[in-house]
């Protein structure tokens, strides 16, 4: 170990920079302070203490418990930075801090219905949790083809939620698979006429909030342990003939009137496909923000590896750290090199969609999702960074990040 150390301080006194100036310089000093200030509060709490091997469903209910703790903490995020500085480091902290809790309950807000206050008071304190259900067995990314449908009933006032096969399962719905009462789920908006309407999104109750049972017509289940993120439970869900209210069909697309005609405000059904989407902007911009706390990670375990692990030299008495030989550097330089590039450019990202998405309508909060998708395209983005900073995180190993973020 010592040698380690003295090794990685010889690297440092050849730098012909100070730290504190590069740290400024690639990111805003207002997320850098932030960001470690959040760290020294989890860091004096033992709920965010590491809690080493444990099973997966201890470490699922401790991370609701923290969760709960970090809305009472209720740290800032007022501004397009704080939010950046508050996402970034629960993530290099455990990223199963970010739970999709926080999505279901973001859309929920920015529905803006009257009758939803009382379900978002009890979500926003943790006492029922909620889930996002767009993937299905059969579709993700091709998410118009969706196989799940809600077919409005005239004579109840209501939709039908309806999984017609095995591929209209949604699956790996983070949240879904022990604890959440509620989903915002993805389905076909069917009328009377057997029309097809396009992708909608619906509050649909799940479970009991006491019991945590599923409701009669809802088959859900967990998943089981995946590769990480441990501490979502991620589960699946079928629908057989479900009834919900016709108040539980979210804004965006479009209506149906009582007799059960389709109204919409979109001029075609591509615009109001894009509309159901908009919630997902928001993630896919957070999205390149971890990518980059990946790349950051791996990338500073690579080198310090590389400047302590030594290999052959110029005498038998004397190795050198394979951080000296060219194939070494050629590996592993370009990917620091984004790692700089990309760690500047995500805070301008974020920020600019935050106030792309709130100049877009003079009500925050509310989506015009046709204008900041075209203004940012986050999807295509969430694409070109995991190209630069996934792949070579892969190439690299599987190493943890958890406890490097700082």
Same mark, same amino acid.
């Given at each position: 170990m010592a040698g380690s150390i003295n090794a990685l301080d010889a690297y440092r006194k050849r730098a012909s920079f100070e730290? %504190?100036?590069?740290? @400024?310089?690639?990111?805003?000093?207002?997320?850098? /302070?932030?960001?470690?200030?959040?760290? /020294?509060?989890?860091?004096?709490?033992?709920?965010?203490?590491?809690p080493g091997e444990v099973l997966s469903d201890e470490y699922q209910k401790l991370m609701i418990k923290r969760n709960k703790r970090l809305v009472e903490y209720n740290f800032a995020t007022d501004t397009?930075?704080?939010?950046?500085? !508050?996402? =970034?480091?629960?993530?290099?902290?455990?990223?199963?801090?970010?739970?999709?809790?926080?999505?279901?309950?973001?859309? +929920?807000?920015?529905?803006?219905?009257?009758?939803?206050?009382?379900?978002? /008071? =009890?979500?926003?304190?943790?006492?029922? +949790?909620?889930c996002f259900a767009l993937t299905e067995i059969a579709h993700g990314s091709n998410s118009k083809a969706l196989r799940t449908t809600a077919t409005y009933d005239p004579t109840t006032q209501g939709f039908i939620i309806h999984s017609p096969d095995i591929e209209a399962a949604k699956c790996w719905v983070g949240n879904l698979g022990k604890v959440?009462?509620? %989903?915002?789920?993805?389905?076909q908006l069917c009328t009377p006429d057997g029309a097809h309407h396009g992708v909608h999104q619906f509050l649909v109750p799940l479970r009991d909030t006491h019991t945590l049972?599923?409701?009669? &017509?809802?088959?859900? &289940?967990d998943m089981g342990v995946k590769l990480g993120m441990n501490g979502v439970s991620n &589960?699946?869900?079928?629908?057989?003939n479900y009834w919900i209210p016709y108040q539980n069909l979210?804004?965006?697309?479009? /209506?149906? =009137?009582s007799e059960g005609n389709f109204v919409s405000p979109h001029k075609d059904i591509a615009r109001q496909h894009v509309a159901m989407l908009a919630p997902l902007s928001a993630g896919r911009v957070t999205i390149t923000s971890f990518q980059i706390g990946y790349l950051r990670a791996a990338i500073s375990i690579a080198i310090r590896y590389s400047a302590c692990r030594r290999q052959f030299g110029p005498s038998p008495?004397? #190795?050198?750290?394979?951080?000296? !030989?060219?194939?070494?550097?050629?590996?592993?330089?370009?990917? +620091?090199?984004? %790692?700089?590039?990309? =760690?500047?450019?995500?805070?301008?990202?974020?920020?600019?969609?935050t106030h792309a998405l709130e100049a877009s309508d003079p009500v925050k909060q509310r989506y015009t999702p046709c204008r900041v998708e075209q203004r940012l395209w986050p999807d295509s983005l969430q694409e070109m960074v995991y190209r630069k900073a996934g792949r070579p995180? #892969?190439?690299? &190993?599987?190493? @943890?990040?958890i406890s490097l973020g700082r």
């Open positions: 730290v %504190a100036r590069l740290k @400024q310089l690639i990111e805003p000093k207002e997320i850098i /302070e932030h960001r470690e200030s959040i760290w /020294e509060t989890l860091a004096r709490d033992p709920l965010f203490f590491d397009p930075a704080e939010r950046y500085a !508050y996402s =970034t480091a629960l993530f290099a902290h455990d990223v199963s801090n970010l739970s999709p809790h926080s999505m279901f309950v973001d859309v +929920l807000k920015r529905a803006n219905k009257p009758h939803f206050a009382s379900l978002i /008071e =009890t979500a926003q304190n943790y006492r029922v +949790l909620g959440a009462s509620f %989903a915002i789920l993805f389905a049972k599923t409701l009669p &017509g809802v088959i859900a &289940g &589960g699946f869900v079928m629908f057989n979210l804004p965006g697309g479009g /209506e149906v =009137t008495q004397e #190795e050198l750290p394979i951080l000296e !030989y060219q194939l070494q550097q050629w590996r592993l330089f370009p990917h +620091l090199a984004a %790692a700089f590039v990309w =760690t500047h450019f995500c805070p301008t990202l974020f920020s600019d969609y995180v #892969e190439g690299m &190993g599987t190493w @943890q990040p």
